[in-house]
């Protein structure tokens, strides 16, 4: 690395969280170095999908001029699948909340205003290991390299490889992970707002349960982008490898894909539109579960999804504003540690304390119990099927008109599930959706 060997700050990944840090440590003077281990800034993130504007503006309030947003979320869409059948419900939006973007075009704009306000960004770097001597951090290891610096900030993601050297996490279990696949399909604006049925720039997100997931835990998402469709799956790996083990998952995820966008509902929706892109990463399942024993130690602080900072409320993922967010009280609290007396533990203390106190925490612990269900099938399989099936019964009989809720209890019987049961499992998990 041909850099100079001491800084201010190193921050390790140059993710929303990461880009966060550096842009505000970097904007207030102190000398930052972001090491990023994929090619080009954004080259190991995958997905297109939706993020929550307000946090990221918090942290760049020029970022409806600038940023790279595709369309702004008008609606919401939720569908339940079962063979070829689906239904459906829409919510329109009253505001802009969210818009839809590739996180790549994303962090690269973070790291180019990070860039712009000083900071020194170094990509095809692997960090290997942070250097702590006398319980104090030093710098971090790459090959033979060690840069210095007075504190390092750790935005490393999912995986977690420093973390667990250093002893501040366990390794990761497939209970706490999920796997993200997608497939970008390039098709014409014009084509996108006649179908979806959107206003120029207005954009939509979609979350799909159902048989997509053959009935396993997880579901399948779509966004509009400005000229392409996202599409793909979120599967939580615990329950996929034991159904795997079962006999129950015979496919290859990415044939999961495949028949998602071939299903006769959906596909009318990009006809003609050519794959251009396909990839799969790892996500976060487990939020609170992953939190480090400690979100600080002598010079260091944990930032984003390593730090278990994602909230997954079942129907929407918060990922990226959850990242900034943290990155942005990492940076307020090393500033003030800065000024007063430096990054000792004492002093940064305070970040783990301005986590606890804001809406990243308290969502957290609202949305804890959605592990539960999560993984458990019965969400995955015998709702969408009994919804489905209800739904044909009301919309799909040539003579007699059935009755909305003797259709319910009638697809309820025919799947064998009690309405004892239904009602204890929804009223168990009715807290925590
Ligand atoms: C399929 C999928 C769909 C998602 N959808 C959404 C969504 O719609 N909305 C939303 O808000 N969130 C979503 N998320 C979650 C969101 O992407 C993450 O929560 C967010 O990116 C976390 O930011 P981060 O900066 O903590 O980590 P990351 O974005 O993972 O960044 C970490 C960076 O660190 C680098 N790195 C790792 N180890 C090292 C090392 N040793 N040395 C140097 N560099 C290293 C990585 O290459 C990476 O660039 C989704 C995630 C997936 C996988």
Not at 45 to 59: H, I
Not at 132 to 153: H, M, P, R, T
Not at 333 to 344: H, R, V
Not at 360 to 376: P, R, T
Request: with cysteine.
């Amino acid at each position: 690395m041909n850099i100079p060997s001491k800084f201010d700050t190193i921050v390790v990944g140059a993710g929303p969280a990461g880009c966060a840090s550096a842009y505000l440590l970097a904007k207030a003077g102190f000398k930052v170095l972001v090491l990023e281990r994929g090619r080009g800034v954004g080259s190991k993130e995958l997905w297109g999908g939706k993020a929550y504007a307000q946090p990221l503006r918090d942290v760049w309030p020029e970022l409806d001029k600038e940023a790279p947003i595709h369309r702004w979320v008008s609606k919401e869409r939720f569908s339940l699948v079962w063979g070829e059948r689906a239904l459906t419900i829409e919510y329109k939006l009253g505001r802009k909340v969210a818009f839809t973007t590739y996180l790549t075009e994303l962090v690269n704009w973070m790291a180019r205003k990070a860039e712009n306000a000083g900071a020194l960004i170094v990509d095809e770097v692997r960090v290997e290991e942070i250097v702590v001597k006398d319980g104090k951090v030093l710098g971090v290891k790459s090959g033979d390299d060690i840069v210095y610096a007075d504190a390092v900030i750790d935005a490393e993601g999912v995986n977690r490889l420093l973390l667990e050297k250093l002893g501040l996490v366990d390794k990761l279990s497939p209970d706490h992970v999920a796997l993200g696949v997608k497939e970008v399909l390039s098709l014409d604006p014009k084509l996108i707002e006649e179908r979806f049925m959107l206003n120029r720039n207005e954009g939509l997100a979609w979350f799909v349960a159902g048989d997509i997931t053959l009935g396993l835990p997880g579901g399948g998402f779509i966004y509009t982008m400005r000229d392409s469709i996202s599409i793909g799956l979120v599967l939580p790996i615990g329950p996929a490898a034991r159904a795997a083990e079962k006999g129950l998952l015979k496919e290859h995820v990415s044939s999961l894909v495949e028949a998602f966008r071939l299903h006769p509902y959906f596909r009318s929706f990009w006809r003609e539109a050519d794959v251009i892109e396909y990839g799969g990463r790892m996500t976060i399942e487990a939020g609170l579960k992953l939190m480090p024993r400690k979100l600080y130690m002598n010079g260091l602080l944990v930032v984003g999804d390593a730090a278990g900072f994602l909230v997954n409320t079942g129907y929407t993922i918060r990922g990226v504003d959850t990242a900034v967010i943290s990155g942005k009280l990492a940076a307020e609290a090393l500033i003030d540690a800065f000024n007063n007396g430096g990054p000792t533990e004492e002093n940064l203390k305070s970040y783990e304390e301005k986590v606890k106190k804001s809406y990243i925490y308290s969502e957290l612990k609202n949305h804890s119990g959605i592990g539960d269900v999560m993984s458990d099938p019965f969400f995955f399989q015998k709702i969408p099927q009994v919804a489905v099936k209800a739904a044909s019964k009301l919309f799909e009989a040539d003579y007699e008109e059935p009755k909305l809720i003797r259709s319910f209890l009638n697809a309820a019987k025919e799947e064998n599930i009690s309405l004892l049961k239904t009602i204890y499992k929804l009223g168990r998990v009715a807290g925590k959706l």
